[in-house]
């Protein structure tokens, strides 16, 4: 859709100003589908099918996509440099389009909500989540650009939490994880055209009477 543009024609437009989604994740088959290192990819993929845009491009090291949502130019990415090393390619991409990083949208698994819910806020720190370590690490420590949280539950009983984030969703849980990404292009959307603050305020809410729903699901 935009290959002849280059970064230039983003940037030096008076408005509207361009956002950078940026999934968490790990790349490859082994790590499809596991609580901590595909949901961030499955946000990305299901805005960018929602709205026709193409993830066929490798750029700044992750597999990126460009569009407009509207007379909104977006970039799409899913970095390839495994969860530790996001920031690799989360810092560069927002150099190399000179966003402030309140327009840099950064999408990952959270142990702290229930499966399928989701959070959207304004900044905060990384709750021990290595790809936000690493995130913030190269925007010089920098904690505020905008997160989109995906629930994805705590493990059971004591159960170690890193081979809980490594275990894939089974087929019920899978089907809530889908619902949650539908709901999460609706929630893009409304971001896209009403801001982050009115969209945080509005859909948090909503995400909270979820919340207390699911809270006592098993996971």
């Known amino acids: 859709m935009l290959k002849g543009l280059s970064r230039r024609c983003f940037c030096n437009s008076p408005s509207p100003q361009p956002w950078l ?34 993830m066929n491009t490798v750029h700044c090291k992750a597999v990126f996509g460009q569009g407009y949502v509207g007379e909104i130019p977006i970039f799409l990415s ?24 309140n327009r840099v949208l950064v999408f990952h698994d959270d142990m702290t909500l229930p499966r399928g819910v989701l959070r959207l806020q304004d900044k905060g720190g990384h709750g ?56 999460g292009v609706d929630i893009l959307k409304y971001l896209l055209a009403r801001g982050l603050t009115e969209s945080a305020r509005r859909f948090n809410v909503e995400q909270k009477y979820k919340h207390l729903r699911v809270q006592t699901l098993p996971t």
Do not use: C
Request: proline share 7%.
């Open 21 to 54: 989604f940026v999934g968490l994740g790990n790349p490859g088959l082994k790590y499809s589908g596991t609580r901590h290192n595909q949901v961030g990819f499955e946000m990305i993929d299901a805005f960018a099918e929602s709205q026709g845009i193409m």
């Open 78 to 101: 899913k970095p390839q440099t495994y969860m530790n090393l996001s920031g690799e390619s989360t810092g560069p991409l927002a150099a190399y389009y000179k966003l402030p990083l």
């Open 128 to 183: 021990s989540h290595n790809g936000l370590k690493s995130v913030i690490q190269h925007f010089r420590g920098n904690r505020e650009f905008p997160r989109f949280r995906i629930g994805i539950g705590r493990p059971p009983g004591q159960m170690d939490p890193k081979a809980f984030l490594l275990q894939k969703f089974n087929a019920k849980a899978q089907e809530q994880i889908d619902v949650a990404m539908q709901e």
